[in-house]
């Protein structure tokens, strides 16, 4: 499943960052931080989609303490 | 974003007074008591140091608990405590202010230029009138519009869903989606595109598509995921940025305790091991590229052209070869019947009827011309089987010849000069290149020749030219129509190179061939109208289609697409592109000089922390104006 949130991230090198992150999460297929949209989109397994993107939120918070989804 | 934007614009302009008024007061030997202590003059530079830094010095100690250490506020934390530690306190807190005052001036021209961007795009239309079937109107979301409710568009509404017009007149504006300012005419039975906007006219409308499948969404969703398709260049600064940081802060690692091995002097050296922290950071680099390709994009879509992707701007930018299909690309795609040569003693709208007789069952263009020709006629009797199918007319199709047609027992001929050779009819030979030349013959007799043109379209002339004096060095036409069509509308265009005959097999195959012959740094493009040539689109570096608005397949297939199918918006699109590019490399050059400059001044000791600061955020702040810049540019067309 693939969805798109409006995001916040405060820069481009921040967006790389997270981006890079989250894709290592397991049960993530693909994960985009468009900084210049302000959108996150995450592709990840079907069944634990909404367990993926709460752990998505937590590392990206982690690595960047500005970073905010809008679920 | 704004109040959020705001805050800190209060913030950072109270502490800025702060630090000047202490810095005065220091300066005017005001308070010697206070200032003399080292102590008591450090508490006091806190304040606004704490005011001005505090989210900053917040992040760097999240990201040590976090294991982020090479975060930028990590080492602009450390970078101003270092300058604290070696006694430079106003040159701390200069830092860290100016630092902030530079992420504002990013957030805010960021926040600008992503809404100038938006403003571009803005199509999305926000509601839509549904007439229910008690004649009741609701308005609702276009998400709530479902395929075959009756629509409602007032003046001055945008258009919701694509829909059929089902009653009513009006002009249509499409221009923030085509590009095109002169509007539209859209009557009963006219499909209409989401997001055009209606002029004057009450429409009634039905919906064809939901929402998501509508162009509008389409469009926005292309738009939106453009940026995402990173160009060479944005993935080389990304790669770069990785090393950038690590390499500038082990460098400032080695500054700071090798040199001092030897000649003492620890503080000093400390202190130019803390500039190059502050310049340490890459987001002036990373983020001035995305940011000019973001309004590459941007900029392309205001005048009419989408583009899929940073990538396909960057190789739009390279464009040597322009490979071109022929009809609904070169030429307007309709036949129209471009002259009549009845034999003698036969009426014009004798040939042409009996033409259409035959020809009544065809759907095929030059059928459809021949009905037009007699539809425009006023002399002609209307009705005898023109404009549908008689179940009294038995076709026979001739292959490679034409067709014979039976009609209330006469038999009508219609095909080329072969087919009037084999039933030994006489006619008179047309010499017409460019045109494709239909014989009609009844019951053994000659009625004459209709020739059948597509034209060129108006502006496919300048647009060749305009696409050369860009840079294009090829300009290569592939048509599946005959080598004397072909070849008459390459010279009228000034194509050399035409290619005639092909299968769309073919078509492949040529480009393959053309895309072995061109040097690697080249890119090549091909542009065509959608219609049955998604393969070369694909396979084309650059897939271009155009005139395809509405059409699902195209808009699928290609890279960029032409939202009408005006020509001359290709050498324009090349321009805006060699322009992102251009503005993308002069911001590369200007921030990576300034702080390799940075660098070596720092580390000679002769630029501080100050010129440090401002190099970073003046450099970054640079670039963004610069990447703005293709935003200004007015439309050419």
Redesign the interface.
Known sequence: MKKKFKC?I????CA?KVEEAVRKIDGVTDA?V??????FTLEADDARYDEILKEAVRVGK??E??FAVEI | ?SQKLKKQLFIILAALALFLVILILEKSGALPAVFENRWAKLLLYLVPYLLSGWTVV??AV?GVI?G?MLD?SFLMTLASIGAFVTGETEEAVAVMLFYQVGEYF??YA?GKS?AS?SELMDIAPSYANILREDGSVETADPDDVEIGDTLVVRPGEKIPVDSVVLKGESMLNTAALTGESVPRNVKAGDPVISGCINGEGLLEVRAEKIYDDSTVARILEMV?NA??KKSRTENFI?RF?KYYTPIVVISALILAIVPPLFTGNWMEWIYRACTFLVIS???AL??SV??SF?GGIGAASKSGVLVKGSNYLELLSRLKIVVTDKTGTLTEGNFKVSSLKPAEGVAESELLLAADLAESMSTHPIALSIREALRMREDGPKAEGSGGASPLVQVENISGQGLAARYEGSEILVGNARLMEERGILYEAVDDEAATVCFVARDGRYLGSIAIRDLVKEDAKRAVAAMKECGVERVVMLTGDRKGVADSVGRELGITECFSELLPKDKVLKVEELLTQRRQKDALAFLGDGINDAPVLMRADVGIAMGSLGSDAAIEAADAVIMDDNLMRIPMVIRIARKTVGISKQNIVFALGVKVLILVLGALGIAGMWAAVFADVGVAVLCILNSMRLLMGKKTI
């Open positions: 916040e405060d820069c481009a090198n790389a985009r468009n900084f210049m949209t302000q959108k982690k690595i303490p500005d | 974003m917040r992040k999240l976090h982020q930028e990013q957030s960021v992503r961007i939106e940026s995402e990304t940025a950071c890459p987001c990373v983020i995305p940011l973001f």
